[in-house]
């Protein structure tokens, strides 16, 4: 079905690996389609409960935008792209299933902002970040001029930016860019650990608490006002119901997404 992703599905968890190894697998138009594609088979398949997105290999997650189709690009073709890009990971972003970003080596430019789209980063050692566009003449365009703000404050996202250098996984976790770093051989084993036990929960309540997070970030919208109704709404579920008869009655609750 894919020609750049490899896509499996597995209790519950959606693996979605950009597959360009000799690209470092950088990211282009069909990538973005491609990957526009399996987020639309996440929101239709009910089989699927949430999602990891990684790169193929130990050298990239996504080493960045495939340059080689800028060349004869102008202002109106940049706007194209960048609103392609913007548009794949607010989808990421607003996935009411949770993905998590497993990070194998170089998450750079367009890569670093796809890892941040995510709910969760989960880093390699060997993982490297950046936003290194303006060595091209350029400024990051998916959004991560404002995600990476959000995720490290302003000063040290201008750092990065403005001068172009990476910073490691231990960098990178202090700064509060990635939840855990784990060994090359242990990252996807931990994304799945940390997975199956997100899906153990109540769906709508794992979709609303994403919903009312994003809208923190939202200036369009009031964040305590979408917090209110969402935690409303959850009331009128058979989750919630199941979810407090489980707690009075001292056992697992068994939630069906109702």
Not at 12 to 27: E, S, Y
Not at 107 to 115: F, I, K, Q, V
Not at 164 to 173: E, K, R, S
Not at 213 to 242: I, M
């Amino acid at each position: 079905m894919y020609k750049t992703l490899l896509a499996t599905l597995e209790n519950g968890i959606f693996t979605i690996t950009i597959n360009r190894p000799d690209k470092l697998n950088a990211l282009n138009k069909d990538v973005l389609a491609e990957l526009n594609l399996a987020l639309d088979e996440m929101g239709t398949n009910p089989a699927i409960q949430s999602a990891i997105i990684t790169g193929s290999g130990q050298k990239a997650f996504v080493a960045g935008a495939d340059i080689s189709e800028f060349n004869d690009y102008a202002a109106t073709e940049g706007k194209k792209l960048a609103n392609a890009g913007q548009d794949t990971f607010f989808k990421i972003e607003n996935s009411r299933k949770p993905i998590i970003a497993c990070v194998n080596g170089f998450a750079l430019g367009g890569g670093c902002e796809l890892a941040m789209s995510c709910h969760i980063r989960i880093a390699s050692a060997n993982a490297k970040f950046g936003q290194p566009e303006v060595n091209l003449g350029l400024i990051p365009g998916y959004g991560g001029t404002q995600r990476l703000v959000q995720h490290i404050g302003k000063g040290r996202a201008l750092e990065m930016m403005l001068s172009g250098n990476m910073v490691d996984a231990a960098t990178a976790y202090q700064y509060g860019l990635v939840n855990h770093v784990v060994e090359p051989e242990a990252l996807l084993p931990t994304a799945i650990a940390l997975l199956q036990t997100i899906n153990s929960k109540a769906p709508l309540a794992v979709a609303a608490c994403i919903e009312a997070a994003n809208a923190a970030h939202n200036p369009a919208l009031n964040g305590y006002e979408v917090e209110l109704d969402a935690f409303s709404r959850c009331f009128a579920t058979a989750d919630k119901q199941e979810g407090v008869e489980a707690f009075l009655g001292k056992r697992k609750a068994m939630f069906r997404g109702g």
